[in-house]
């Protein structure tokens, strides 16, 4: 039988004390060889953590690459070039998206700074037709594309419909760990792919305030979070259940994956959504301590019910939650997010 877990081991920052996050080799259920071994340890992490790393799963490294590249390449443009980018809706959650704007410890009724960090967003990639040029709106859906760099497009379609594939792959596998059929949640996803967010933490030049964190302690408010980071210092930290933060630490040609609120209440808490954060990088280190990750929300469609799913319930285990409309509880945090002017 194929091997399918490894260990990567993990600290953490502040009490120094040892963790492991799971990492699953998810090649054994694209190829057919383990499917009920790699959904039985896919679900234990999202059980036990809420947090899994994944590796096997086929999408080339070069195009993640490429995808960060152009990413970073309009995060160095101007501020005036990049505000060419933003659409005057920040709720229409699409274009560039400034400092200062977000502050997402807000959806858990914390009142901390804003959140030090920048972000370019797209929704509903799988609707745009590649061939058109890339600038402006596009007329099917509703991004806003900069005019530079001249192949972000290009790179951010690509790479999108590669993570739609993949997350169509997670939610088989999740399906298998929760003892339902293998395309039970097929039906419930968006069509249109989830939302492509690419989130700059730019090197920090003053101090940042009390409370003030690169991204603020949140939980997702959707699906299956797919993430691409880098190497940079001041990175994403995980909450476990005894209370102690611990770094996320990236392997090479991997994808962190999270469950988001809608899962957690789909699976009655079976599975976790966990508080996570990206902390500062130290004030002592020298050289750039810039970072950016490549985040791909997935999720229910807008109109889709969540209700307890039928194998994570009982007599003894009632639904916890009433059932919501997706669209509206995922709009709601949105919401919350934004810094009141």
Same mark, same amino acid.
């Given at each position: 039988?194929?091997?399918?877990?490894?260990?990567?081991?993990?600290?953490?920052?502040?009490?120094?004390?040892?963790?492991?996050?799971?990492?699953?080799?998810?090649?054994?259920?694209?190829?057919?060889?383990?499917?009920?071994?790699? =959904?039985?340890?896919?679900?234990?992490? &999202?059980?036990?953590?809420?947090?899994?790393?994944?590796?096997?799963?086929?999408?080339?490294?070069?195009?993640?690459?490429?995808?960060? @590249?152009?990413?970073?390449?309009?995060?160095?443009?101007?501020?005036?070039?990049? &505000?060419?980018?933003?659409?005057?809706?920040?709720?229409?959650?699409?274009?560039?998206?400034?400092?200062?704007?977000?502050?997402?410890?807000?959806?858990?009724?914390?009142?901390?700074?804003?959140?030090?960090?920048?972000?370019?967003?797209?929704?509903?990639?799988?609707?745009?037709?590649?061939?058109?040029?890339?600038?402006?709106?596009?007329?099917?859906?509703?991004?806003? $594309?900069?005019?530079?760099?001249?192949?972000?497009?290009?790179?951010?379609?690509?790479?999108?419909?590669?993570?739609?594939?993949?997350?169509?792959?997670?939610? /088989?596998?999740?399906?298998? =760990?929760?003892?339902?059929?293998?395309?039970?949640?097929?039906?419930?996803?968006?069509?249109?792919?989830?939302?492509?967010?690419?989130?700059?933490?730019?090197?920090?030049?003053?101090?940042?305030?009390?409370?003030?964190?690169?991204?603020?302690?949140?939980?997702?408010?959707?699906?299956?979070?797919?993430?691409?980071?880098?190497?940079?210092?001041?990175?994403?930290?995980?909450?476990?259940?005894?209370?102690?933060?611990?770094?996320?630490?990236?392997?090479?040609?991997?994808?962190?994956?999270?469950?988001?609120?809608?899962?957690?209440? $789909?699976?009655?808490?079976?599975? @976790?959504?966990?508080?996570? @954060?990206?902390?500062?990088?130290? /004030?002592?280190?020298?050289?750039?301590?810039?970072?950016?990750?490549?985040?791909?929300?997935?999720?229910?469609?807008?109109?889709?019910?969540?209700?307890?799913?039928?194998?994570?319930?009982?007599?003894?285990?009632?639904? /916890?939650?009433?059932?919501? /409309? =997706?669209?509206?509880?995922?709009?709601?945090?949105?919401?919350?997010?934004?810094?009141?002017?």
């Amino acid at each position: 039988m194929p091997e399918t877990v490894t260990q990567t081991p993990m600290l953490s920052a502040a009490q120094g004390i040892p963790c492991v996050i799971p990492c699953v080799d998810i090649a054994p259920f694209l190829n057919e060889m383990d499917k009920a071994g790699v =959904a039985r340890e896919f679900g234990k992490a &999202l059980e036990e953590i809420g947090f899994v790393v994944i590796t096997g799963h086929g999408i080339p490294e070069t195009l993640s690459q490429e995808t960060y @590249r152009q990413a970073i390449a309009f995060f160095d443009l101007s501020l005036e070039k990049k &505000l060419e980018a933003t659409l005057p809706d920040r709720m229409a959650n699409r274009g560039y998206i400034p400092l200062g704007i977000d502050s997402v410890a807000a959806t858990r009724n914390e009142q901390t700074p804003p959140d030090l960090c920048e972000a370019l967003m797209f929704v509903n990639l799988v609707r745009e037709n590649p061939d058109r040029f890339q600038v402006g709106i596009d007329p099917d859906s509703g991004n806003l $594309w900069p005019m530079d760099p001249a192949v972000l497009r290009a790179s951010f379609l690509n790479f999108s419909q590669a993570l739609l594939g993949l997350s169509h792959t997670l939610m /088989r596998i999740s399906a298998l =760990a929760l003892d339902l059929p293998e395309e039970y949640f097929l039906p419930f996803l968006e069509p249109n792919g989830g939302v492509l967010r690419a989130v700059h933490y730019p090197d920090q030049q003053e101090k940042p305030l009390p409370g003030q964190l690169r991204y603020g302690a949140h939980s997702d408010y959707g699906g299956l979070t797919i993430l691409l980071q880098d190497q940079a210092p001041g990175g994403l930290q995980v909450c476990l259940r005894s209370g102690e933060w611990v770094d996320v630490k990236p392997l090479p040609n991997s994808f962190v994956i999270n469950v988001g609120d809608l899962i957690a209440r $789909w699976t009655n808490d079976r599975w @976790r959504s966990t508080l996570h @954060r990206v902390i500062n990088p130290p /004030r002592n280190l020298s050289g750039s301590t810039r970072r950016l990750s490549l985040v791909y929300f997935t999720g229910p469609r807008a109109d889709a019910w969540i209700e307890c799913l039928p194998t994570c319930q009982s007599e003894s285990n009632p639904p /916890r939650y009433e059932a919501v /409309r =997706a669209g509206e509880y995922i709009r709601s945090k949105i919401e919350a997010s934004v810094v009141k002017a």
